[in-house]
């Protein structure tokens, strides 16, 4: 199946228990409220078996069938900030990602996500992002046009060859000891929002810097920190910064979550990243791409007034 504007059809598989009941009630059960929508899509032709097979919701379905279909898009919240494009050819374009966009649909955001932005931006559905940055976290996201060459691009970051820098706003700390390598293993339970920091072997380690001192606008000054992540687990540089007992400013889950109003833009990460930089495994030329936003430490009230025009 096609993308539609923008967004991929999703792939259901029936479970063992769902066995034998109709495809609607499936349905119904795992996203209620949405019948009258998959009578609809299903009308129009837009439920399909992995063989091309139109399914209706009267179909009986059986165990580990596939059912392809395009999920009712949710509500979203505009995220109000743009994304600049800072580097295209004939394979990839490089993006700078504001804070709170996604890079891929997931759950809730979908629409809402860099990937399904630039999709519809630049009208070509074979886009797919050679990384990930938190939806939180803004800076430089690259992403491949060409399929052919996709893998290539997305082993630079799954082998560590590519050079990735962040910058971060975080307090100071009497006594901590810069330039540091903090190493530990970090795991995360899928829904569960916040990683953990467990015993066992290395599985994370960062190099952490202290660049300068800034005004925090309160009479007081805060830290710049350069941050060099070797490897690539999920939140490992909040992680690391809060076990310094720096933890980066605007962080809504370390050391301790705090509730944060969807749509609330005035408090963003204060984490960038920054530069990336790579041998592309094509041609062989030395890339370099660096972000051309910076970090503020007061919160912004022009942040939160979601402005079309704003930045983060």
Excluded: C
């Amino acid at each position: 199946m096609p993308l539609r504007d923008g967004v991929d059809p999703t792939r259901l598989v029936i479970a063992e228990e769902e066995a034998g009941r109709t495809l609607g009630d499936v349905l119904e059960a795992r996203f209620p409220g949405t019948a009258e929508y998959v009578a609809r899509e299903s009308a129009a032709g837009a439920v399909l078996s992995s063989d091309g097979a139109r399914l209706a919701p009267s179909t009986t379905v059986t165990a580990r069938q596939a059912v392809w279909m395009y999920r009712e898009l949710p509500d979203e919240i505009d995220v109000p900030f743009a994304m600049p494009v800072l580097y295209q050819d004939e394979r990839i374009v490089v993006v700078d990602k504001p804070h709170f966009l996604a890079t891929m649909p997931r759950g809730a955001r979908v629409v809402q996500s860099a990937l399904v932005r630039l999709r519809r931006e630049l009208d070509e559905p074979l886009l797919s992002p050679a990384h990930r940055l938190d939806r939180l976290t803004a800076g430089v996201l690259l992403f491949t046009r060409d399929p052919a060459v996709r893998g290539a691009y997305q082993q630079l970051f799954a082998t560590g060859r590519a050079r990735k820098e962040y910058v971060a706003l975080a307090p100071l700390r009497a006594g901590l000891e810069l330039p540091a390598t903090v190493e530990s293993r970090i795991e995360k339970t899928p829904g569960i929002m916040r990683a953990y920091e467990v015993d066992g072997p290395v599985n994370a380690r960062s190099r952490v810097d202290q660049l300068a001192e800034v005004p925090d606008g309160r009479g007081g000054t805060v830290g710049r920190y350069g941050l060099r992540p070797e490897t690539g687990k999920t939140h490992q540089l909040r992680l690391h910064m809060a076990g310094l007992g720096v933890p980066i400013l605007g962080d809504p889950l370390y050391p301790e979550p705090r509730e944060v109003v969807d749509g609330d833009f005035s408090d963003p990460l204060r984490l960038l990243a920054r530069t990336l930089a790579f041998t592309d495994p094509v041609d062989g030329t030395e890339r370099e791409y660096v972000s051309s936003r910076d970090l503020t430490v007061v919160k912004s009230a022009a942040e939160s007034s979601r402005r079309p025009d704003s930045a983060s």
